[in-house]
């Protein structure tokens, strides 16, 4: 994933040489390869290349066109082929990535951004009309950022040079602070006020002192595929799946495939090996990395994941987080951790992860995140039952209803009210629950922040899109917030793909009947089925357990006392978004044992805090570094066991 970073004086002003010989360290340390440069008097763009395939090594970017636009791209773009059709005589197939887009460009102008299939960020300066245009691809996996001031605008891939040389402080976004504490925040938010984030399938045009936020694609809610026999939807799946998968492994170094054992990441790599075995070009070698931990006896990956290494005949590399060693979680007041949750020094478990990478000489990473919430992970009858209710294929819904109750063990009536109820509006104190962040977060800052507290509105509509593929989007929503609190990597950097979140695949997945994907008593129907031949039984029939993992509630009582520490002069408080006592009485039950149903809100609640402290000069108020601490001991188990959970479903093996 390389980085770019430009500044445009729209006052006319020149560029301060000084400023620049700062902003480029901050970026070389993601983008080692190579170094590009733009520069007229009042703008510079720079860029910093990291090449995961053969094309990349031959771009010079940023790229000047014909029309003296400058385009600058970050990304890989998996529909070449078809583009280089399209556009004719006027590209090859050895054109870089960048030179393709920039021949789109030139061709459609900004209609071409709903053509450019993969995962990308870019920006387009335009010296005729002083403009820029900011665009990120509509699964949001690459971040670009960007401030607008009266007299410039600045942009980057990463937060570090916009906060830390803008010369200021700056306030916190409360909505960003209610979303990570309910789950994650918006993708367009960051922590920093006045400091925004260019949205998932969106492009944003900034001129005389303004921007325009435009949405130029989105997923069609009329398309529809209907196949006559559970086969076709089967070869159907197989192949966009494949599709997905050889498009992430295009790289001129080994791939590394994070496998788990569960389904997710188990069928990535045997279908990455059958991909490999007939492209022997694609990549020169699939690699692969597990975690396994023989003290959590309800996370004990290994017997699934050394199936999929026999199947292979090749043992990867394999990290150990049941001997976890404590260490100090060192708070550095001058360390910039850009968004909550960022580590101030690596544990030793992401070190042996590290050192695995540089080891393979790996630039890729492929994970499984998406495969749950796409493939139909959650057995639930209710989008089935609502989509036959919208279409009043009321037949249809009393045989649906009859299977489900049956293997549910439910009363019918029962699984129609829930149906039913969906559509009715919301009781606007819902979600003030007990249990909820809203009854732990201070009460001026709750009614200040009801709606992203709330959470995306979910009443499903009767008239219009099916209620499943208004599931799907509101299900995607959540991952595009997921992948955008993913900071960039560093140290060695690399790249991460995740074949789940391909726009054909996914397109074809809201395409479909809801049946093809669950039914009663068969989670991820199509896809056991059309993987049967490729993925070994024992894992396309693991059965799926909903547990709480004993680790992160033994991590926060192992370190008591430095949590009593934290929060006895907690940064939250003075900033008026915690409650004092309430904080206190959360962190006794889980601590003592009583309560487990919070821990997740507790360790939130310290990474916030931890992240609080590092955030000295750079956030008001101004007096925030004395009240820095030195370290805080073992806090860093807490950070590693998060961030090895999966965050939207903790309790679910992949």
Excluded at 141 to 167: F, H, K
Excluded at 260 to 282: F, L, Y
Excluded at 613 to 622: H, I, L, M, N, S
Aim: glycine share 6%; net charge positive.
């Amino acid at each position: 994933m390389s980085v770019q970073f430009g500044r445009w004086n729209s006052d006319g002003k020149p560029i301060d040489r000084g400023y620049l010989e700062k902003v480029r360290p901050l970026l070389a340390r993601y983008g080692p390869d190579d170094l590009g440069f733009y520069a007229r008097e009042s703008i510079s763009i720079t860029y910093c290349a990291f090449h995961t395939t053969k094309e990349s090594r031959h771009e010079k970017q940023p790229c000047l066109t014909a029309s003296e636009a400058v385009i600058t791209w970050d990304g890989r773009l998996d529909n070449r082929e078809d583009l280089i059709r399209q556009l004719g005589e006027v590209v090859g197939l050895e054109q870089t990535d960048v030179s393709i887009v920039a021949a789109a460009y030139a061709r459609w102008g900004n209609d071409c951004l709903g053509s450019l299939i993969g995962d990308w960020a870019l920006s387009i300066w335009e010296p005729r009309t002083r403009s820029l245009i900011l665009a990120k691809d509509p699964i949001g996996v690459r971040n670009l950022y960007y401030s607008l001031e009266p007299d410039q605008v600045i942009w980057s891939t990463i937060l570090d040079p916009l906060v830390l040389l803008a010369g200021r402080e700056f306030a916190l976004c409360e909505e960003y602070i209610a979303g990570w504490f309910s789950g994650f925040p918006a993708a367009h938010l960051t922590p920093y006020v006045g400091i925004h984030s260019v949205p998932p399938s969106c492009s944003v045009l900034l001129k005389d002192g303004k921007s325009t936020v435009r949405k130029y694609w989105d997923f069609d809610p009329e398309k529809r595929i209907r196949y006559r026999s559970d086969g076709e939807y089967e070869d159907h799946f197989r192949a966009v799946f494949s599709e997905a998968v050889r498009r992430r492994l295009r790289s001129d170094s080994p791939v590394l495939a994070e496998l788990s054992g569960g389904m997710d990441s188990s069928s990535i790599v045997c279908v990455a090996d059958t991909i490999i075995a007939r492209e022997v070009s694609v990549t020169p070698r699939l690699d692969t990395i597990s975690y396994y931990d023989d003290s959590e006896p309800n996370w004990n990956e290994r017997p699934y994941f050394t199936k999929i290494e026999e199947k292979r005949r090749r043992t990867g590399c394999h990290i150990d987080f049941s001997n976890e060693e404590r260490f100090n979680f060192d708070i550095d007041c001058g360390h910039f951790a850009p968004i909550p949750g960022c580590e101030a020094k690596r544990n030793e478990q992401v070190e042996r992860f590290m050192a695995c990478l540089a080891a393979q000489r790996n630039r890729v990473v492929l994970s499984g995140i998406g495969g749950d919430e796409v493939m139909g992970g959650v057995p639930t009858p209710i989008p089935e039952l609502q989509d036959y209710l919208a279409r009043a294929q009321f037949g249809t819904l009393a045989r649906s209803l009859k299977g489900w109750a049956l293997n549910n063990r439910a009363p019918w009536l029962y699984l129609l009210l829930m149906s039913i109820r969906c559509f009715l509006p919301h009781n606007p104190f819902g979600f003030q629950r007990k249990d909820g962040p809203a009854a732990r977060l201070d009460s001026q800052f709750v009614k200040r922040n009801r709606i992203a507290l709330q959470g995306p509105r979910t009443r499903v509509k009767l008239f219009g899109a099916l209620p499943s593929f208004q599931g799907n989007t509101s299900t995607l929503i959540g991952l595009q917030k997921q992948l955008a609190c993913e900071p960039l990597q560093a140290d060695p950097p690399y790249e991460k793909r995740y074949p789940y979140l391909d726009r054909d695949l996914l397109e074809f997945m809201y395409a479909i009947p809801r049946e093809q994907l669950v039914r009663p008593g068969r989670r991820r129907s199509l896809m056991r089925r059309s993987l049967r031949d490729l993925v070994p039984a024992e894992i396309l029939e693991r059965k799926r357990k909903a547990y709480v993992c004993r680790s992160p509630i033994i991590a926060l009582q192992m370190v008591r006392s430095q949590i009593e520490t934290l929060f006895g002069n907690a940064l939250m408080v003075r900033y008026g978004l915690m409650d004092s006592m309430r904080l206190t009485s959360l962190v006794e039950p889980i601590l003592s044992g009583k309560e487990t149903k919070e821990w997740s809100f507790l360790m939130k609640s310290v990474l916030f805090e931890l992240w609080l402290r590092t955030q000295a000069g750079y956030v008001a108020p101004a007096d925030v570094s004395e009240h820095c601490h030195s370290s805080i001991t073992s806090i860093g188990r807490i950070k590693e066991t998060w961030s090895r959970l999966d965050r939207r479903s903790w309790f679910l093996p992949r």
